[in-house]
């Protein structure tokens, strides 16, 4: 498959414009390359469950028989190694439809929430309990939750001031 087939194929099963889908894959492989080309030693990419690319420095001696000496460099050499999940999927110890890319992002969503439920965070505060836990949550009410923190906390402050001894 090469490059014109893939964003053509993605573009297709997207429904997003050959052009913008061209850009965005010119864009991820550029920042890629920029990325490992900026700090050969300490770059890594790592796409969890997918794979990890990263960079190694190797020296060679190399003999000439025509020469008759050594000759020595080094090299950076690239390493290509995938993950886990990617080696049971690849083996078929996998369903394609449970793959997940990173630890959130299923492969494909519409099949994979079928029969999987979305992992809940815990609520940051009391008033957050209250919502129900969707795929998709349209906090809709917010403002008014905010507004009624404030009153209540208002309310607590003018108990307390009210609880305590006046002075004369």
């Keep these: 498959m090469t490059f014109a087939d893939i964003y053509k194929t993605v573009a297709k099963e997207t429904g997003y414009p050959r052009k913008i889908v ?10 890629v390359l920029e990325e490992l080309m900026s700090d050969r030693e300490h770059a890594t990419i790592t796409i969890r469950g ?27 050499v690239i390493f290509i190694k995938p993950q886990k999940r990617f080696k049971q999927l690849i083996n078929e110890e996998m369903d394609i439809h449970n793959f997940i890319i990173g630890r959130t992002l299923p492969l494909y969503p519409e099949e ?41 906390i208002k309310q607590q402050q003018q108990d307390i001031k009210n609880k305590l001894p006046q002075e004369d």
Excluded: C
């Design 50 to 76: 997918f794979i990890e690319i990263f960079l190694q420095k190797r020296h060679y001696r190399m003999y000439s028989r025509i020469l008759k000496d050594f000759r020595e460099f080094d090299r950076w």
């Design 22 to 31: 061209e850009d965005i894959l010119l864009g991820s492989i550029r920042v």
């Design 112 to 152: 994979y929430y079928k029969t999987h439920t979305k992992k809940s965070k815990k609520p940051l505060n009391e008033f957050f309990e209250t919502l129900p836990v969707n795929y998709k949550i349209v906090d809709t009410n917010r403002a008014k939750r905010k507004k009624l923190k404030k009153k209540t």
